[in-house]
């Protein structure tokens, strides 16, 4: 068997024959990166490359000591003795699975990804390789997800609901990515104005200039005169609970997520309304892309991967659980 075209070290997933490293936790030379949420693009690095889709994100990200190297979906590039390439992974905005080839082997690393259709980001692609790197965030049959727009008009019909009943509706989402797919994917019930915590709203402008259409938003201010009744406000979890809050008096609260499958979850978070939207692949969606993929073997890097890699083998598919640092994101 030829060797490994990618390891787990301590600084991250590391391509020998590359000489780079893939969404590193450490700062390194060279760092490929898959997409720009916290757990996979981190400060630090030498340089960057990234998919031409995601600079935006990722400078800002980085901040102004960084200039991250774009590549296009598709373009080859020549690192040590490898060549690579980005293709759309659906999971936000300029995702991308890595292809590595190399003396015949080919390796792909999906990073983060979904399946289901995505007006902000370029759709999956499937690739074929020897050996697949993937995530198993929700790898549990009982993960599998309606069609987006059915919980998106969920999400319209609470906001309208609240409305009748004199309440601010408050929904929970990721600052980057959810969040715009929700105001993406709210152009086919309304153009009114939704309301944006900053860390939502900054974001929410990088995609607009990349050409992303989402309805009307204007940021959420300190001013007392503004009256939110009746409104609907975009922000991070971790505004839930917060001082912040307070401005909206009575409201209700909702969270979107994929979590929100299990029942009990949205209890145990303490949210009025959880409706049901990933930007992770599902259960179906996961032995879909394998299959697609024709790997010969799987890789798995967080999220329920030991339990996908038993069911993998139990089918004589050869899989196996890397131990990475990724994941944190989703948690938030």
């Known amino acids: 068997m030829p060797p490994p075209l990618v390891t787990v070290t301590e600084n991250g997933l590391y391509c020998p024959a590359g000489g780079f490293h893939i969404d590193?936790?450490?700062?390194?030379?060279?760092?490929?990166?898959t997409h720009a949420?916290?757990?996979?693009l981190r400060h630090g690095s030498t340089r960057y490359f990234v998919a031409e889709p995601g600079v935006a994100i990722a400078r800002h990200r980085l901040g102004t000591d960084h200039h991250p190297m774009p590549?296009?979906?598709?373009?080859?590039?020549?690192?040590?003795?490898?060549?690579?390439?980005?293709?759309?992974?659906?999971?936000?905005?300029?995702?991308?699975?890595?292809?590595?080839?190399?003396?015949?082997?080919?390796?792909?690393?999906?990073?983060?990804?979904?399946?289901?259709?995505?007006?902000t980001c370029a759709p999956f692609e499937p690739l074929a390789c020897d050996v697949f790197i993937?995530?198993?965030?929700?790898?549990?049959?009982?993960?599998?997800?309606?069609?987006?727009?059915?919980?998106?008009?969920?999400?319209?019909?609470?906001?309208?609901?609240n409305r009748e009943r004199g309440l601010a509706s408050v929904l929970f989402?990721?600052?980057?990515?959810?969040?715009?797919?929700?105001?993406?994917?709210?152009?086919?019930?309304?153009?009114?104005t939704v309301y944006l915590h900053g860390a939502v709203n900054v974001l929410t402008e990088v995609y607009r200039q990349q050409g992303v259409e989402m309805v009307p938003a204007l940021p959420v201010t300190g001013e007392r005169k503004t009256d939110y009744k009746g409104a609907l406000i975009i922000a991070p979890p971790s505004a839930a609970g917060s001082p912040w809050m307070r401005r909206f008096g009575d409201h209700s609260s909702g969270f979107c997520s994929g979590w929100m499958r299990v029942r009990g979850n949205r209890r145990r978070r303490g949210y009025d309304r959880g409706f049901v939207l990933s930007d992770h692949v599902d259960w179906p969606g996961l032995i879909e892309t394998f299959k697609a993929t024709g790997a010969r073997r799987i890789l798995l890097t967080h999220g329920y991967s030991d339990a996908l890699a038993r069911y993998l083998n139990e089918l004589g598919i050869s899989a196996s659980a890397l131990e990475t640092a990724?994941?944190?994101?989703?948690?938030q």
């Open 24 to 33: 590193p936790w450490r700062p390194v030379d060279t760092a490929v990166i």
């Open 37 to 40: 949420h916290g757990d996979h």
């Open 71 to 119: 590549l296009k979906y598709g373009e080859q590039l020549q690192l040590g003795a490898t060549t690579i390439s980005l293709h759309p992974a659906g999971h936000i905005l300029g995702s991308a699975q890595l292809r590595i080839e190399h003396e015949g082997q080919v390796w792909v690393v999906s990073g983060d990804y979904k399946r289901q259709p995505d007006p």
């Open 134 to 161: 993937s995530e198993a965030t929700f790898a549990l049959p009982v993960y599998q997800w309606q069609p987006t727009v059915e919980v998106v008009e969920e999400i319209f019909h609470w906001w309208r609901a």
């Open 173 to 192: 989402c990721y600052a980057l990515g959810k969040a715009q797919r929700v105001l993406a994917e709210l152009r086919a019930f309304t153009d009114e």
């Open 326 to 331: 990724y994941g944190d994101e989703e948690q």
